[in-house]
């Protein structure tokens, strides 16, 4: 369910204060009331996501040098100004200046809501915007770690705070959920970051190469070895040893691995020459190795040597407000690079990706993106006729239901989100469009044209 919009109302009108926080409440948003400008800057951060609601003429600090404040901490935090008659002069200097918009006294109640929720709107697509633009600069080249849901905003805090530190770190999480991704920054915001990124899938490789690939080995250490050859764990001295898939390692490659982290020292294949190794590991594994059911043929004590600090890289099913974010950025970065446009999210493939469990992830998403961008999907429209019931099943009610959102989310796709324009389109009241959105989970702003 999306989170309810955050508004800071100021007003330094106890009354009017306490009656237009009422109003904001029933209408859905979060609201945080201050009876002075300096109180509501004091709760004001730069990610701040929602709108600022202010009277223009109070005592000490006014609406107008409250906005000034603001504009110095982001500039795209909408504004609104509630303003005496007299004040209207004043309240268009300010829109040129920079004000989302201005109310007049009095003022109903539904006006102030169509406001605050156009400008929450506005402020959400500027922030989501900001993440597309900060990953393409970034020109990351696997899947991006992208996600606004407090699940992912954690995991990033996490991996910043442990990423310049020498501990390991094991990850935990399903095929496709970016735990390579993950790995990569730990290395990339850390001071090894000049040092080599090494990885090894375990379940990629023979066991029969698996020590060789790890240790390294002298020349005539076994048949075939024709020349010394470092292995992975050498090579990665300074800098971090990536092991995916490590509840694949064989079981006496898992007795070395543990004499490593243990001595941080390797001696490689056909030699009795110990050689010590500064490396940081990150191990990643599908399942739950804490769990003895799951862990199988995995030692436990190289369980819990790797286990210093563990990450759990949620699915996609479990952070699906992610998805319209997620799903864009694949989309911009696949129609760059088969230089394609970039293609229009129907009816259809908005439901592929409200109602689809995603079990392979990101990396499962990010393909889906690829294919819809080369014109590769011509199924989704048939899948959806067959899932919305229409031809097989269902019960009457839900089958209406799948049909009206399915109207609703193509009118807003047709109309580039304007709501405006959308309503006139389906022929509904403005508080019936918002209930329908509600029931559905549709979001508006998905839809908006951010080009």
Partial sequence: MTEATPVLLVDDDRDLLRATTQTLDLAGFSVSAHATGGEALARLQPDFRGVVVS???????DGLELFERIKAIDADIPVVLVTGHGDIPMAVDAIRNGVYDFIAKPFAAERLVQCVRRAGEKRSLVLENRVLRDARDAEEDDLPLLGQTPVMQRLRQTIRQIADTDVDVLLTGETGTGKEVVASLLHRW???????????????LPEQIMESELFGHEAGAFTGAQKRRIGRIEHSGGGTLFLDEIESMPASSQVHMLRVLEMREVTPLGTNEVRPVDLRVVAASKV??????????????????LNVVSLFIPPLRERREDLPLLFR?????????????VPQINGAVARHLADHDWPGNVRELNHFAERLTLGLEPSVQQEFREASGVATGGTLPDRLARIEADMIREALQTHDGDVRRTIEFLGIPRKTFYDKLQRHGITRGDFANSS
């Fill in 190 to 204: 850390s001071r090894r970051s000049q040092g080599a990124f090494v990885a090894l899938n375990c379940g990629a």
């Fill in 288 to 305: 739950n190795l804490g769990n003895p059911a799951e862990r199988g043929g995995f030692r436990e004590d190289l369980y819990y040597r």
């Fill in 329 to 341: 950025f694949f989309l911009q970065r696949a129609a760059k690079r088969f230089g394609r446009e």
């Fill in 55 to 61: 009277d223009i003429r109070m005592p000490g600090m």
